[in-house]
């Protein structure tokens, strides 16, 4: 038997993160998931929720316009250099990841924070602009800066 080339294997010609894990029961204790360099350019929404144990999400250098939903229990995301807007972003995406304590969100084309962060947030790594007007927003919403 031929190892399935991209073309006669239909799941190989459109990868999604469960085509990347395997079967729905193999990826449900991973803490760690990388897909960084892998010219992603979007993420089904549906795919990242059933990796309930998942903690860390590392999307660097990626061409994502678009945040998928997130598992609640992320504590670490990185999406640094990828194309992500403000307006590819869910309403309060970070308010509900209650864990969330690292968010790197530097070299992106985002022109706002989106507000409110998560109240566990501990490291945020952004832009100049999006700095200026986050600490603006932090005091308007009398949040403090410290962990």
Same mark, same amino acid.
């Given at each position: 038997? %031929?190892?399935?080339?991209?073309?006669s294997?239909?799941?190989?010609?459109?990868?999604?993160v @469960? !085509?990347l894990? !395997? +079967?729905?029961? +193999?990826?449900? $204790?991973l $803490?760690t998931?990388?897909?960084?360099? /892998?010219f992603?350019?979007?993420?089904?929404?549906?795919?990242?929720?059933?990796?309930?144990?998942? *903690?860390?999400?590392?999307?660097?250098? /990626?061409q994502?316009?678009?945040?998928?939903?997130? %598992?609640? =229990?992320?504590e #670490?995301?990185d999406t640094?250099? /990828?194309l992500? *807007?403000?307006? =590819?972003?869910?309403?309060?995406?970070?308010?509900?990841?209650? $864990?969330?304590?690292f968010l790197?969100?530097?070299d /992106?084309?985002?022109?706002?924070?989106?507000?409110? @962060?998560?109240?566990?947030?501990?490291f @945020?790594?952004c832009?100049?602009?999006?700095?200026k007007?986050? #600490? $603006?927003d932090?005091?308007?919403? =009398? @949040?403090?800066? =410290?962990?």
């Open positions: 038997m %031929s190892p399935r080339t991209p073309s294997n239909p799941m190989m010609t459109r990868p999604t @469960l !085509g894990l !395997g +079967s729905l029961t +193999s990826h449900t $204790k $803490k998931i990388d897909l960084s360099s /892998n992603i350019s979007s993420i089904n929404d549906d795919s990242l929720p059933l990796v309930p144990a998942m *903690q860390a999400l590392i999307l660097v250098e /990626n994502l316009v678009l945040l998928p939903t997130l %598992s609640s =229990g992320i #670490f995301l640094h250099l /990828n992500l *807007q403000s307006s =590819g972003i869910q309403p309060e995406p970070f308010w509900v990841l209650a $864990k969330l304590k790197h969100l530097v /992106n084309q985002l022109d706002s924070m989106l507000r409110p @962060l998560a109240p566990s947030l501990c @945020l790594r832009r100049e602009v999006t700095l007007r986050l #600490f $603006k932090m005091r308007r919403w =009398g @949040l403090e800066t =410290g962990c």
